[in-house]
């Protein structure tokens, strides 16, 4: 909760206690109370009030009259009647649970905050739009319309003076922040003013803010969300990565994306959906897998480009685009496991809890490393095997991590202002969600782009059970 909030809720309470303290405090509390809950709810009223503070306002309306009543009698000369204790007390503790109601509200549905990324280098980011001329949309009917990837780039910054204004999550602005927020909302079935917190939130990274040149150039990242998820949905994990020296590119993959805000303004809405048939889903997450593989394979493309000053951009001649890895969660983990069988140019793989769609040929080359939440008796029987089978067939080492007390949402953003039930975003908590899943694909990035110093083997299984595939069958 915010400051203001906090002494919304503050006042609030006190108006509520007043009326069972000593009788000489009584106005002196009351007045304060009653000043600083007006004050706090005339300024958040200005800013937007967040649905979280409702029940707060509705019990410090409900108990006003009674707490106020007295104080106006006592200056008229009026005789000051005041309900007897039996009568007063279930109002009270009935106002108090109402009151109390906010915060467990805002802290189920937070304003998400960033963790500080542990790097040296500052993170910038910004927006690029690019159009593939040689692949058709196969999601229109329109034969001249053209595929459109909407990427955001997170790069090694200069630092940027203080009170820089940091980037709004979710969003170039803070309506494209809601419309995306909303989206998603609605892909799930909540309504949107649940997670109104989201659109709120600031990032550790500065849009726009210049590259640093001194830092060299610096191994790509590319990244494809789950389904029905955008482009901003691993923030955290991409700006930790960022700040360690990495250049990180994620991208909207419009008609799959809950919502795709395109440069023109134009908003395109996901147009995917289950059929309900296990076969012919299967079917379509194969085509939807196919479309991000290439998605995959074309903006790496651009990006070398760009690194070549084909592209004009500040990060031209920083882009090492000869370390380059491909990952994704969910069935954007899917993607990148299909793009590096295609693409011989992806260096390293990571799939952070996807479930693998379409062929599982040709063999992978390149090295892998996969995290999934611990396997239940509710996991699909069909993933395990299915990894084994996109992993057992590599001609190069693999790494299994599962992560205890994970989720399926806990390889992202969600732990961060989702409500911390262990079903939905694992049991791991907002602070240390983000580190783990962070730190184990630094290990890995570091290892197999880098050649950092040390023996992955020995490495990983400090954030969870490993199992190691070598290209000749051992583990």
Known sequence: MSPLEILAVLGAVALVVARWLPPAARPRVTIAAGAVLVASAIVLGSAGIRWQMLPVLAGAAFVLPFALSPLLRRRTGRTVWRARWWLALPGSVACVGLIAAGPVAAWAFPVPVFPEPSGDFAVGTRVVQWTDPLRPETFTADPDDRRTVVVQLWYPAQRSPAGA????????????????????????????????????????????????????????????????????????????????????????????????????????????????????????????????????????????????????????????????????HSIGGAAALQAARQDGRFDAVI?????????ASPALRQPTLTLTQAITPATDARYLPRLTEALGSSTATSYLLTVPGAAHLTFMDGPLYLPPVPSIVGSLGRTESPRVVAAATLAFLDTVLRDGPGDLADVLPAYGDLSVRHPDGSR
């Not at 955290?236 to 303004?265: F, K, N």
């Not at 799939?351 to 062929?359: A, I, T, V």
């Open 165 to 328: 204004q940091r980037a709004q999550y979710l969003g170039r602005t803070e309506q494209e922040a809601r419309t995306v927020s909303d989206a998603l909302a609605h892909g799930v079935g909540l309504p949107g003013f649940l997670v109104d917190g989201v659109p709120r939130a600031r990032t550790r990274a500065v849009f726009n803010a210049p590259v640093d040149g001194a830092g060299g150039r610096f191994p790509v990242v590319l990244f494809s969300p789950g389904s029905g998820g955008v482009r901003t949905q691993n923030t955290a994990w991409a700006e930790e990565l960022t700040s360690h020296g990495y250049v990180v590119a994620a991208l909207d993959h419009p008609y799959d994306a809950a919502a795709v805000v395109l440069a023109d303004g134009r908003t395109i809405s996901t147009a995917i959906a289950s059929s309900g048939d296990r076969d012919r889903d299967d079917e379509l997450a194969a085509g939807w897998t196919a479309v991000r593989a290439a998605d995959l394979g074309f903006v790496l493309t651009q990006l070398e480009r760009l690194d070549r000053g084909e592209i004009a951009d500040p990060l031209a001649g920083h882009l090492d685009t000869g370390r380059v890895a491909v990952t994704g």
């Open 351 to 359: 799939d952070l809890d996807g479930f693998p769609h379409g062929p």
